[in-house]
Structures are given as C-alpha cells and as structure tokens.
C-alpha cells in the first residue's frame, strides 16, 4: 500500500471549525453541579457565563447532554414534558477530578479557551499543525519501506521537541519575571 504525500498546503477554502465538546461538556456539567437544568436553560447560561463569546445551538448540547447520559455522568428526569438533567455521582465525581478551580476561575478560564480557539492565532497553530501531521505520517511511511531511516526521524522528533521545552520553559520565565 502507498501513500502519496499531499500537498504542502491546502488550496480549498473551507476549514472544519475546532470541536468543542468536551470543553463544552464540562461546562454542562458544571452548571448541573449547580442544579438541574432544563436543556434550553444550559444553552442560554452557557451563552450568560461565556458573556457572548459563545452562542450555543441545540444541534451541539443536546448531542453533548446525550453523551454524558450515555456515559452515566447525568441523568434525566422528565417533568411536565421537559427533561430536567441532573448531575449523578459519577458526574461529581469525574468534574471533581477534571476541575480543579472555584467556579469563578473555571469560568474566567473557560471563556478564555473558548475566546482562543476562535482567534486567527489558534487557526494558524492548528493548520500549521495539520501540515506537520502530513509529513510525518509521509516520514512514517518512508522509514515503513526503509527502517534504517527510522534514527534519523527520532533524531528530527526530538530536536524539535527540545526546542519547543526550551522555548515553553524560557516564556514561562519571561512571564514570572514580569
């Protein structure tokens, strides 16, 4: 089986946008935490707590609301026609080990994530990250035919790790230095 490397850059238009839902499910969760919800009521606090940055759509939280049903982190409750969802322990429990912050925090934070996944910034990284997932699966499948290859890949993996450590590790400086 071959590959054919694809092009360096891509030519079409349109772009998938970033999936949100696990952002988006411990935000629900979060909410529960608080009490049960009706699921309009999660769409427009989500909306509240994100102050705009984010509108969702019934298209995206009850998707979410039905994977954590399923994962039996929430439960429903059909009242008077409407589901009320409910956190269940093992809600509290898996938001306990995802959340570490008072709920002011997680929601400065969470509006952050959400204001950054939709800049030009975060468009660039991810694309630039698409490409370098192209080479290397391209790189993969040539040391696939020739194995000898494969130390001189690890060597380029790693250079370019190490370089990323002592970038993340010099900003991190600049920043307590500030």
């Given amino acids: 089986m071959t590959f054919d490397k694809k092009a360096h ?21 979060q909410l529960l935490k608080e009490e049960p919800r009706h699921g309009y009521e999660v769409m427009k606090l989500l ?6 940055v984010y509108s969702p759509s019934s298209g995206t939280i009850y998707p979410a609301l039905q994977d954590l049903l399923e994962r039996g982190l929430i439960s429903i409750d059909e009242q008077s026609d409407k589901k009320v969802y409910t956190l269940t322990p093992n809600g509290f429990a898996f938001l306990k080990e995802k959340v570490h912050d008072e709920d002011e925090v997680f929601w400065r934070e969470w509006r ?3 204001t950054w996944k939709q800049s030009k910034e975060a468009l660039l990284l ?7 997932q192209l080479e290397f699966q391209y790189a993969v499948n040539t040391v696939l035919h020739d194995p000898s290859l494969a130390l ?14 002592q970038w993340s590790n010099q900003k991190q400086q600049n920043l307590s230095n500030d």
């Fill in 152 to 165: 001189e890949l690890v060597e380029i993996i790693k250079s370019g790790r190490d370089q990323l450590v």
């Fill in 47 to 52: 909306e509240e707590r994100s102050e705009g």
């Fill in 126 to 132: 991810r694309e630039e990250m698409d490409q370098f």
């Fill in 9 to 29: 850059h891509r030519k079409d238009g349109k772009k998938k946008p970033a999936k949100r839902r696990g952002l988006i499910q411990i935000a629900v969760i």
């Fill in 112 to 114: 952050l994530h959400l």
